[in-house]
Structures are given as structure tokens and as C-alpha cells.
């Protein structure tokens, strides 16, 4: 039988440790769960097969033990009628019997014990999937929240690179918000020693000016007399007018 092969791998076959070894439970359970139905389905009709010849061996075995007794006891009632010579045949029988009974015993405890193997790894099947079955939604759900774990990390990732990016863009513009801030102060001190040039410049004739219209008053003074008799109205007059229309040219 091909599947008496597979008897020793299927009953040494560990789920959890296959699980464990699996880089995707997910996966791995659902196909190893294919892969016990369509074992379950082989075993069921082994099993079947197995035990129906385990039950006709048996049948065998009881039919000769049963013909064994039957013609035992005629041998004896032959015995007690005084037939030895029927008595003898009837023992011919029965030890044919015998002989048969030996090989019906074999065949009869090599079905038997591959009945019982297929029966244990029919049972064994049936736990396997009944398990993963049982832990089928828990291992996905599992496995749901661990994608979904990873997906929020990438998005972490991503989200602290962006914040990079934007720190990058904050210092760019803090260093173009110096270089317009000492611009705009250059201007300023270029304009102002301008100003202070003009303004240095202007201030000399402002001088002369002032100097010029102290003259005029020292003049002014001299000609009328300081201390001294005052000058006639009308050459006061005539000077004032003189000092205006100069003043004015």
C-alpha cells in the first residue's frame, strides 16, 4: 500500500514545529491544511480498504478455527460409534485445517495491524486539521495585526524623513532670512555714511554761511558804532536795505 509508506512521516509530522519554521504562517497553514485533506482523503480509503481485508481475514480465520472444531468433535462421535476409519478422516480434515489456520493467523494479524495503523493515522489527520482549523483565524488575525504593525513603522519612516526634509527646509530658510537680513543692513549703512557724507558736506557751507552773516554783524556794528553815537535813521535804513538785498543774492 503507497500510503503505509507516508505512515511514518505523517505520524512524526509536527504542526507547531513546521509553523515555527515557516517565514509565512499565514500561508504555510493554509497550504499544509491542503495538504492533510487531500492526505485525510487517501488515508479514509485505505482505512476502509485496510479494515475491510481485516474483517475478511478475520471472517477467514473464524470460518476455519469454527471447521477446526467442527470436525474435531466429528472425529470424536466417530471414535464413539467405533469408526475409526471415519474417525481418521475426519483428523485428515481438521489437520489440513490446521495447517490452513497458521497462514489465515498471519494474514489475519498483518491486516489487523495495518488496520490499527491506519485507523491511528486517520485519528491523527483528523486532530492535525482540527487543530489548525481551531487556530487558523487566531494565526491570521495574528498575522493582520503584524502587517499592519509594519505598514504603520513604513509610514513612521516615511513621516520622520519628511520631517527631516522639513527641518532641512526650516534651516534653508532661516540662513536665506540672514543673508536678506544682513543685506538689508549693509544697504542701511551704505545709505547712512551717504547721508552723513552729504550732510558733513552741506554742514561746511552752513559754517561759511554763518560765518559770513557774523562778518556782515561785526560790519553792521562797526558802521553804526558800538558804544559809540548812534547812526541817522536814514543811513540805518539804506544799510539794512543793502544787507537784505545782498543776503537775498
Not at 112 to 138: E, F, G, P, T, Y
Amino acid at each position: 500500500m503507497g500510503i503505509m509508506t507516508r505512515f511514518k512521516d505523517i505520524m512524526s509530522a509536527n504542526i507547531n514545529a513546521l509553523l515555527d519554521k515557516a517565514e509565512n504562517p499565514e500561508k504555510m497553514i493554509d497550504q499544509y491544511l491542503r495538504n492533510l485533506e487531500s492526505d485525510l482523503g487517501k488515508v479514509k480509503a485505505e482505512t476502509a480498504s485496510v479494515m475491510a481485508e481485516e474483517q475478511r481475514s478475520k471472517r477467514e480465520l473464524d470460518e476455519c478455527n469454527a471447521d477446526i472444531e467442527k470436525f474435531q468433535k466429528y472425529a470424536e462421535k466417530a471414535v464413539m460409534a467405533g469408526n475409526d476409519s471415519d474417525a481418521k478422516q475426519f483428523l485428515e480434515k481438521k489437520n489440513q485445517l490446521v495447517a490452513k489456520q497458521a497462514t489465515l493467523k498471519q494474514a489475519y494479524d498483518l491486516s489487523a495491524a495495518n488496520a490499527a495503523k491506519m485507523r491511528q493515522m486517520h485519528d491523527k489527520l483528523v486532530k492535525d486539521i482540527n487543530d489548525l482549523n481551531a487556530r487558523k483565524d487566531s494565526i491570521k488575525a495574528k498575522m493582520a495585526v503584524a502587517k499592519a504593525q509594519e505598514r504603520i513603522s513604513k509610514i513612521g519612516s516615511s513621516y520622520t524623513g519628511a520631517q527631516n526634509n522639513l527641518s532641512a527646509f526650516d534651516r534653508m530658510e532661516a540662513k536665506a532670512n540672514k543673508m536678506l537680513d544682513e543685506a538689508n543692513a549693509m544697504a542701511e549703512l551704505n545709505t547712512s555714511s551717504e547721508d552723513s557724507d552729504i550732510e558733513n558736506l552741506a554742514s561746511k557751507y552752513d559754517t561759511e554761511s554763518a560765518a559770513a552773516v557774523d562778518d556782515e554783524l561785526a560790519a553792521l556794528k562797526a558802521q553804526m558804532g558800538m558804544g559809540g553815537s548812534q547812526a541817522s535813521p536814514s543811513l540805518v535804513d539804506d544799510e539794512l536795505a543793502a544787507l537784505k538785498a545782498k543776503m537775498e543774492n
